[in-house]
């Protein structure tokens, strides 16, 4: 039940299929053609706030499992490198990583640097197209 309502609250918001989204420029905030961690670390922050229906400042089951099915239509909607790898590169799997059940902004955090780090190729703190 608490699902369904968080679900439907997304879908009401048009954040299921256009949440702060995955496709590359909507990740690139200022439109240079890159991604800047501080750009990245702002969609986490829209994106959590987005999910954390109870504002928490956690990411429960029912929350994380709506996150998850908006990852996955946002990447089947833009298959993009980068939709593609946010579906399995922010699972909650990898990001839960104290395995309680939840997820924090920390872990969040923590799981988004260690994600934008194996993007970023050259290490320069930028996501360049030739990386996404």
Not at 106 to 117: K, Q, V
Request: some cysteine.
């Amino acid at each position: 039940m608490r699902s369904s309502l968080i679900c439907s609250a997304l879908l009401s918001l048009g954040l299921t299929a256009a949440y702060p989204a995955l496709a590359s420029e909507d990740w690139d905030l200022d439109a240079d053609g890159t991604i800047t961690w501080a750009e990245m670390e702002e969609m986490r922050k829209r994106t959590f706030e987005a999910f954390d229906a109870n504002q928490d400042g956690k990411l429960d089951n029912a929350e994380y499992s709506a996150f998850d099915e908006a990852r996955a239509k946002e990447a089947e909607a833009h298959p993009t490198s980068l939709s593609n790898r946010a579906v399995q590169g922010l699972s909650r799997a990898t990001t839960d990583l104290n395995l309680d059940g939840m997820v924090t902004r920390d872990e969040m955090n923590t799981r988004l640097r260690a994600w934008f780090s194996s993007i970023d190729k050259d290490g320069d703190g930028v996501i360049s197209k030739g990386e996404y």
